[in-house]
T-cell receptor
Framework: GENVEQHPSTLSVQEGDSAVIKCTYS??????FPWYKQELGKRPQLIID?????GEKKDQRIAVTLNKTAKHFSLHITETQPEDSAVYFC??????????FGKGNQVVVIP | ETGVTQSPTHLIKTRGQQVTLRCSSQ?????VSWYQQALGQGPQFIFQ???????GRGNFPPRFSGLQFPNYSSELNVNALELDDSALYLC???????????FGQGTRLTVV
């Protein structure tokens, strides 16, 4: 099955700086890559996703890039704000059509 | 809010007991997936239901079972509860298996 890994596990950034979270996946048949944000005690919320036929997607301060050859994808958050502090999960849908999650990154935005 | 609701929100059970968790999917969605999220970990796939049929299962023992109803709501049943079953149980609904999945708020299960 699909195996998704995230790096780093914790990321601290100054408010206004950029944050980048990287994920790798193992199943070359994976074709859908969503990112979820989970605040403490709350449900995971979809913030952006990308499909395998696209290399990059942007939505305001958030962007995701996908490198199919290297089997990795990244989340970029620009102009970080305190409300961006949360745990971010990357995920991938592999050939078995299951959504496999990484272990999550704790992002801390320092005011 | 996503329109996906789960009940109950919190539950305390004794080891060996059985539990049923419920999930109402978002209107128009025909697929429900269940996940177990241990503290500090990512959600782990339990199984998925598509149009009332099981459509994939993760590495969970048979005492984890489920079903989906004609209105696409779903239940997760866990028999013979163990202490390690303590976790946040999340359901997510979607239209099909390769589209955006939206999560419910989860059920926090504690087994004592």
């Amino acid at each position: 099955g699909e195996n998704v890994e995230q790096h780093p596990s914790t990321l601290s950034v100054q408010e206004g700086d950029s944050a980048v979270i990287k994920c790798t996946y193992s199943d070359s048949a994976s074709n859908y890559f969503p990112w979820y944000k989970q605040e403490l005690g709350k449900r995971p919320q979809l913030i952006i996703d990308i499909r395998s036929n696209v290399g990059e997607k942007k939505d305001q301060r958030i962007a995701v890039t996908l490198n199919k050859t290297a089997k990795h994808f990244s989340l970029h958050i620009t102009e970080t704000q305190p409300e961006d502090s949360a745990v971010y999960f990357c995920a991938a849908v592999g050939g078995n059509n299951r959504l496999a999650f990484g272990k999550g990154n704790q992002v801390v935005v320092i005011p | 809010e996503t329109g996906v609701t789960q009940s109950p929100t919190h539950l305390i059970k004794t080891r060996g007991q059985q539990v049923t968790l419920r999930c109402s999917s978002q209107s128009g969605h025909n697929t429900v997936s269940w996940y177990q999220q241990a503290l500090g970990q990512g959600p782990q796939f339990i199984f998925q239901y598509y149009r009332e049929e099981e459509n994939g299962r993760g590495n969970f023992p048979p005492r984890f079972s489920g079903l989906q109803f004609p209105n696409y709501s779903s239940e997760l049943n866990v028999n013979a509860l163990e202490l390690d079953d303590s976790a946040l149980y999340l359901c997510a609904s979607s239209w099909g298996v390769l589209t955006e999945a939206f999560f419910g708020q989860g059920t926090r299960l504690t087994v004592v």
